[in-house]
């Protein structure tokens, strides 16, 4: 089992910045099988991809409303994940979901990830 822990989300003005951190324990997080990735959910939409990271940190993925802005990261030693999301725009505005999955693949699809995060809320004001 992986159990994983967000923070750092908030509210923020459109343009700003604002780094979410995912914390995870259980199952080794630094083994060469676990790849994470960062998932958004807005208010009627389906729960996005909007970027992923293998074990090593070596391959990364963007969606493309979040390439330039984002980056996706990974401290293996403190078992952390994090997203550094900047030029925030409003409709960047969603609950932030990290996830983690036993695989040497970056893994882009919700139902591809088993371990979940409880969410952290990014509002973006205009």
């Known amino acids: 089992q992986v159990q994983l822990g967000e923070s750092g989300g908030g509210l923020v003005q459109a343009g700003g910045s604002v780094r979410l951190s995912c914390s995870a324990s259980g199952r080794t997080f630094s083994s060469n099988s676990m790849t994470m990735g960062w998932f958004r959910q807005a208010p009627g939409k389906e729960r996005e991809c909007v970027a992923a990271i293998n074990w090593s940190g070596s391959i990364t993925y963007y969606a493309d409303s979040v390439k330039g802005r984002f980056t996706i990261s990974r401290d293996n030693a403190k078992y952390t994940v994090y997203l550094q999301m900047n030029s925030l725009k409003p409709e960047d505005t969603a609950v932030y979901y990290c996830?983690?999955?036993?695989?040497?693949?970056?893994?882009?699809?919700?139902?591809?990830?088993?371990?979940w995060g409880q969410g952290t809320q990014v509002t973006v004001s205009s």
């Open positions: 996830a983690a999955d036993s695989s040497v693949l970056v893994r882009t699809s919700s139902g591809q990830y088993h371990y």
